[in-house]
């Protein structure tokens, strides 16, 4: 049976914490920040928990890292 490659885009955007939980960039951080207030902008630059439905999702694009 062949390795499992990983997801080249989701190795880009995704990180497996210690623990094992994977972390991502929030939504709506990318434009149209004009109208968006300071405190809600800060909160775009931290990564957050990906959420329970998305996970396996994530780990099967994930697959071929290893433990990482």
């Known amino acids: 049976m062949p390795k499992t490659k990983t997801h080249s885009g989701s190795k880009k955007r995704f990180r497996k914490t210690a623990r094992g939980k994977l972390r991502g960039r929030r939504a709506f951080s990318s434009h149209i920040l004009e109208k968006k207030p300071p405190k809600r902008k800060r909160r775009f630059a ?3 928990p990906i959420s ?8 099967a694009l994930l697959a071929g890292r290893g433990r990482r």
């Open 52 to 59: 329970t439905q998305d996970r396996p999702r994530v780990r």
């Open 46 to 48: 931290r990564p957050v």
